[in-house]
Protein backbone atom coordinates (compact mmCIF):
# COMPACT_ATOMS: atom_id res chain seq x y z
CA UNK A 1 0.00 0.00 0.00
CA UNK A 2 2.62 2.25 0.96
CA UNK A 3 4.67 1.77 -2.11
CA UNK A 4 0.69 2.66 -4.00
CA UNK A 5 0.39 5.88 -2.39
CA UNK A 6 4.20 6.74 -3.87
CA UNK A 7 2.15 7.07 -7.19
CA UNK A 8 1.32 10.47 -7.31
CA UNK A 9 -0.98 12.35 -10.14
CA UNK A 10 1.98 13.58 -11.94
CA UNK A 11 3.42 10.26 -12.58
CA UNK A 12 2.14 8.15 -15.20
CA UNK A 13 -0.04 5.23 -14.19
CA UNK A 14 -2.12 1.98 -15.81
CA UNK A 15 -5.10 2.33 -18.22
CA UNK A 16 -7.57 0.83 -15.07
CA UNK A 17 -5.63 2.20 -12.18
CA UNK A 18 -8.80 1.03 -9.96
CA UNK A 19 -7.90 -2.64 -11.25
CA UNK A 20 -4.39 -2.38 -11.22
CA UNK A 21 -2.94 -3.82 -7.92
CA UNK A 22 -3.78 -6.92 -6.12
CA UNK A 23 -5.09 -4.42 -3.13
CA UNK A 24 -7.81 -3.13 -6.13
CA UNK A 25 -8.56 -6.17 -7.77
CA UNK A 26 -9.39 -7.77 -4.03
CA UNK A 27 -11.63 -4.27 -3.41
CA UNK A 28 -13.55 -5.16 -6.94
CA UNK A 29 -14.31 -8.75 -5.99
CA UNK A 30 -15.49 -7.86 -2.16
CA UNK A 31 -17.58 -5.78 -3.55
CA UNK A 32 -19.34 -7.79 -5.68
CA UNK A 33 -20.10 -10.51 -2.75
CA UNK A 34 -21.08 -6.71 -0.82
CA UNK A 35 -23.53 -6.11 -3.11
CA UNK A 36 -24.95 -10.01 -3.30
CA UNK A 37 -26.09 -9.13 0.09
CA UNK A 38 -27.54 -5.81 -0.40
CA UNK A 39 -29.68 -7.12 -3.14
CA UNK A 40 -30.97 -10.28 -0.91
CA UNK A 41 -32.01 -7.38 1.44
CA UNK A 42 -34.04 -5.29 -0.99
CA UNK A 43 -35.41 -8.43 -2.14
CA UNK A 44 -36.67 -8.90 0.85
CA UNK A 45 -38.03 -6.17 1.75
CA UNK A 46 -39.67 -5.42 -1.73
CA UNK A 47 -41.73 -8.56 -1.31
CA UNK A 48 -42.51 -7.54 1.98
CA UNK A 49 -43.96 -4.26 1.04
CA UNK A 50 -46.18 -6.21 -2.14
CA UNK A 51 -47.23 -8.52 0.46
CA UNK A 52 -48.34 -5.83 3.12
CA UNK A 53 -48.73 -2.66 0.33
CA UNK A 54 -53.08 -3.08 0.91
CA UNK A 55 -52.99 -3.60 4.63
CA UNK A 56 -54.20 0.37 5.12
CA UNK A 57 -56.33 -0.62 8.10
CA UNK A 58 -57.57 2.78 9.03
CA UNK A 59 -54.78 4.62 7.84
CA UNK A 60 -54.17 6.52 4.35
CA UNK A 61 -53.96 4.43 0.63
CA UNK A 62 -50.65 4.88 -1.30
CA UNK A 63 -53.76 6.30 -3.82
CA UNK A 64 -54.08 9.33 -1.39
CA UNK A 65 -50.17 9.92 -0.36
CA UNK A 66 -48.19 9.29 -3.21
CA UNK A 67 -47.68 12.73 -5.63
CA UNK A 68 -45.86 11.62 -8.94
CA UNK A 69 -44.45 15.13 -9.36
CA UNK A 70 -42.41 14.94 -6.25
CA UNK A 71 -41.24 11.49 -7.10
CA UNK A 72 -40.30 12.28 -10.53
CA UNK A 73 -37.81 15.27 -9.46
CA UNK A 74 -36.44 12.66 -6.64
CA UNK A 75 -35.91 10.21 -9.50
CA UNK A 76 -34.22 12.77 -11.89
CA UNK A 77 -32.16 14.22 -9.82
CA UNK A 78 -31.02 10.11 -8.68
CA UNK A 79 -30.19 9.48 -11.97
CA UNK A 80 -28.19 12.47 -12.66
CA UNK A 81 -26.41 11.82 -9.93
CA UNK A 82 -25.42 8.34 -11.49
CA UNK A 83 -24.36 9.98 -14.96
CA UNK A 84 -22.23 12.53 -12.86
CA UNK A 85 -20.50 9.95 -11.01
CA UNK A 86 -20.08 8.14 -14.34
CA UNK A 87 -18.50 11.48 -15.92
CA UNK A 88 -15.73 11.23 -12.59
CA UNK A 89 -15.05 7.75 -13.58
CA UNK A 90 -14.53 9.37 -16.66
CA UNK A 91 -11.87 11.37 -15.94
CA UNK A 92 -9.86 9.08 -13.52
CA UNK A 93 -9.52 6.77 -16.81
CA UNK A 94 -8.27 9.83 -18.15
CA UNK A 95 -5.98 10.75 -15.05
CA UNK A 96 -7.28 14.04 -14.77
CA UNK A 97 -8.14 14.20 -10.90
CA UNK A 98 -9.60 17.82 -10.46
CA UNK A 99 -12.46 16.82 -13.08
CA UNK A 100 -12.60 13.25 -10.75
CA UNK A 101 -12.83 15.95 -7.64
CA UNK A 102 -15.76 17.95 -9.08
CA UNK A 103 -17.83 15.53 -10.43
CA UNK A 104 -17.71 13.63 -7.34
CA UNK A 105 -18.88 16.58 -5.47
CA UNK A 106 -21.35 17.24 -7.76
CA UNK A 107 -22.81 13.74 -7.24
CA UNK A 108 -22.84 14.66 -2.94
CA UNK A 109 -24.50 17.43 -3.70
CA UNK A 110 -27.54 15.85 -5.85
CA UNK A 111 -27.61 13.05 -3.29
CA UNK A 112 -27.84 15.63 0.11
CA UNK A 113 -30.67 17.12 -2.47
CA UNK A 114 -32.28 14.00 -2.88
CA UNK A 115 -32.08 13.12 0.71
CA UNK A 116 -33.95 16.53 0.95
CA UNK A 117 -36.93 15.98 -1.18
CA UNK A 118 -36.86 12.22 0.57
CA UNK A 119 -37.08 14.05 4.31
CA UNK A 120 -39.77 16.54 3.17
CA UNK A 121 -42.03 13.30 1.73
CA UNK A 122 -41.82 11.61 5.02
CA UNK A 123 -42.64 14.55 6.68
CA UNK A 124 -45.60 15.45 4.38
CA UNK A 125 -47.69 11.95 4.78
CA UNK A 126 -46.45 11.98 8.46
CA UNK A 127 -48.01 15.49 9.56
CA UNK A 128 -50.58 16.04 7.18
CA UNK A 129 -51.73 12.39 6.13
CA UNK A 130 -51.28 11.06 9.76
CA UNK A 131 -49.49 7.97 8.50
CA UNK A 132 -46.75 7.26 11.14
CA UNK A 133 -44.73 3.68 11.05
CA UNK A 134 -47.08 1.83 13.05
CA UNK A 135 -49.94 3.12 11.45
CA UNK A 136 -50.61 0.23 9.24
CA UNK A 137 -48.87 -2.75 7.80
CA UNK A 138 -48.65 -0.91 4.69
CA UNK A 139 -47.00 2.27 6.50
CA UNK A 140 -44.80 0.02 8.09
CA UNK A 141 -43.63 -2.06 5.27
CA UNK A 142 -43.44 1.52 3.22
CA UNK A 143 -41.18 3.35 5.61
CA UNK A 144 -39.03 0.81 6.02
CA UNK A 145 -38.21 0.18 2.30
CA UNK A 146 -37.81 3.60 1.45
CA UNK A 147 -36.27 4.67 4.33
CA UNK A 148 -33.81 1.65 3.87
CA UNK A 149 -32.64 3.15 0.33
CA UNK A 150 -32.85 6.98 1.73
CA UNK A 151 -29.91 5.37 4.52
CA UNK A 152 -27.99 3.89 1.65
CA UNK A 153 -28.10 7.33 -0.03
CA UNK A 154 -26.85 8.47 3.16
CA UNK A 155 -24.25 6.27 3.76
CA UNK A 156 -22.76 6.51 -0.04
CA UNK A 157 -22.82 10.30 0.24
CA UNK A 158 -20.79 10.17 3.48
CA UNK A 159 -18.35 7.75 1.88
CA UNK A 160 -17.81 10.01 -1.01
CA UNK A 161 -17.04 12.77 0.78
CA UNK A 162 -14.91 11.13 3.03
CA UNK A 163 -12.67 9.86 0.45
CA UNK A 164 -12.90 13.65 -1.35
CA UNK A 165 -11.62 15.03 1.71
CA UNK A 166 -9.29 11.98 2.75
CA UNK A 167 -7.78 12.42 -1.28
CA UNK A 168 -8.09 16.21 -1.40
CA UNK A 169 -4.41 16.76 -1.72
CA UNK A 170 -2.91 13.42 -2.86
CA UNK A 171 -3.89 12.97 -6.59
CA UNK A 172 -4.74 9.82 -8.27
CA UNK A 173 -2.84 6.58 -6.72
CA UNK A 174 -3.25 3.11 -6.86
CA UNK A 175 -4.39 3.09 -3.18
CA UNK A 176 -7.64 5.68 -4.02
CA UNK A 177 -8.34 4.76 -7.42
CA UNK A 178 -9.85 1.66 -6.15
CA UNK A 179 -11.78 3.21 -4.16
CA UNK A 180 -13.49 6.07 -5.75
CA UNK A 181 -14.17 3.21 -8.18
CA UNK A 182 -16.36 1.37 -5.82
CA UNK A 183 -17.87 4.37 -4.41
CA UNK A 184 -19.66 5.23 -7.87
CA UNK A 185 -20.46 1.56 -8.19
CA UNK A 186 -21.73 1.40 -4.88
CA UNK A 187 -24.23 4.82 -6.18
CA UNK A 188 -25.00 3.02 -9.21
CA UNK A 189 -26.69 0.31 -7.30
CA UNK A 190 -28.67 2.34 -5.20
CA UNK A 191 -30.13 4.20 -8.30
CA UNK A 192 -30.69 0.89 -9.87
CA UNK A 193 -32.81 0.13 -6.67
CA UNK A 194 -34.30 3.36 -6.77
CA UNK A 195 -35.82 2.65 -10.27
CA UNK A 196 -37.34 -0.99 -9.13
CA UNK A 197 -39.13 1.52 -6.06
CA UNK A 198 -39.91 4.30 -8.33
CA UNK A 199 -41.94 1.64 -10.65
CA UNK A 200 -42.77 -0.82 -7.77
CA UNK A 201 -43.92 1.68 -5.22
CA UNK A 202 -44.93 4.62 -6.73
CA UNK A 203 -46.18 3.43 -10.06
CA UNK A 204 -48.38 0.34 -9.01
CA UNK A 205 -49.68 2.80 -6.15
CA UNK A 206 -51.26 5.35 -7.69
Do not use: C
Not at 3 to 21: F, G, I, S
Not at 77 to 104: D, E, Q
Not at 144 to 151: E, F
Not at 154 to 171: M, P
Amino acid sequence: MAQAEQVKHDQALPPYPEKATLEGKNKFLGFWFFLGGETVLFASLFGTYLGLRNGVADGPTSQELFHLDLVFYMTMILLTSSLTSVFAIINMKKGNYKGLLGWMWATVALGVAFLSFEIYEFWDYTVNYGLGFTTSAFASSFYTLVGTHGAHVLFGVLWISTLLIRYAKTGLTLTNAPKFYTASLYWHFIDVVWVFIFTVVYLMGV
